[in-house]
């Protein structure tokens, strides 16, 4: 802050001295000292102050963002697949009603669709049955005459030379 050296400081020593005297010095230096650090605190104070409130901005602004995201990620509960699905049905069956007469028919018989609720005709279909499972063929002979590829055995590149056993009696 400011460039104070070791001639300055003397400087201001010598005038102090002279214009304090030497009997009010000491107090006169513990009064500017308790006037710094309290000067030093309410800087401080205010810094926190002020971190604080940069902190609290910057919470506003990811709150805002996340109650946007919220807002476009809400799905709506009023959504009817099986709605959906019956009224394309009845679409594809008003479609084709002039193509089939029995089309025709059921839509005149039926016309709220209840037909497509309708499971007495569930018994004149045909069961239902499970596919057969799996089978995997069993494995062919591995032998080198099936065409099978044989490994040769793996090569110690580094051998150990046979020791004898010494020490036994």
Do not use: W, Y
Not at 6 to 28: D, N, Q, T
Not at 61 to 86: P, Q
Not at 122 to 133: A, G
Request: aromatic fraction near 4%; hydrophobic fraction near 40%; charged fraction near 30%.
């Amino acid at each position: 802050m400011f460039d104070f050296d070791a001639g300055k400081l003397l400087v201001i020593g010598v005038v102090a001295l002279i214009v304090i005297g030497p009997k009010e010095l000491p107090r006169v230096l513990r009064q500017v000292g308790q006037a710094i650090g309290k000067l030093r605190r309410m800087a401080g104070e205010f810094q926190s102050q002020f971190m604080d409130a940069m902190k609290d901005a910057e919470l506003d602004d990811l709150r805002k963002e996340a109650a946007k995201l919220a807002d476009s990620t809400k799905v709506d509960l009023n959504f009817n697949e099986v709605k959906n699905f019956e009224s394309d049905i009845k679409n594809a069956l008003e479609d084709r009603k002039d193509e089939d007469p029995a089309i025709a028919q059921s839509l005149r018989d039926d016309p709220d669709g209840v037909f497509l609720h309708n499971t007495s005709n569930i018994d004149s279909l045909p069961p239902i049955t499970p596919p057969e499972p799996l089978v995997l063929p069993e494995p062919a002979d591995l032998s080198p005459a099936a065409g099978a590829i044989v490994l040769p055995e793996p090569v110690d590149a580094h051998p150990r030379p046979a020791t004898a056993k010494t020490g036994e009696a």
